[in-house]
């Protein structure tokens, strides 16, 4: 899983929520951070976070993340409301045509 910063406050935010708080209940079993270069820093990412810096349009990996324990119900969960929200869903099982 890639989470996108494009700020420090909203990096800084993100330490709030409920599943970094308690990471088994995130989602991802290898969880990044990606930001523009020199956003934020090895020293302040969470325990087993990786880091990916963009600069130029070029994705470059400051640190690889370590593998965690997810929660695979909210993975589907989010799926299911992507695939609900963009129409996929009715074009796969449209067993009508």
Known sequence: MI???????????????????????????????????????EEELPDKWGLLYEKDGVIRLVKKAEYQESDYRAERTMYGSVIRREGIKPKLFDYRK
């Open 3 to 41: 989470e996108v910063k494009v700020s420090r406050s909203d990096f800084f935010a993100d330490g709030k929520k409920f599943f970094r708080i308690h990471p088994e209940q995130g989602m991802g079993d290898y969880r990044f951070y990606c930001c523009p270069e020199g956003l934020i820093r």
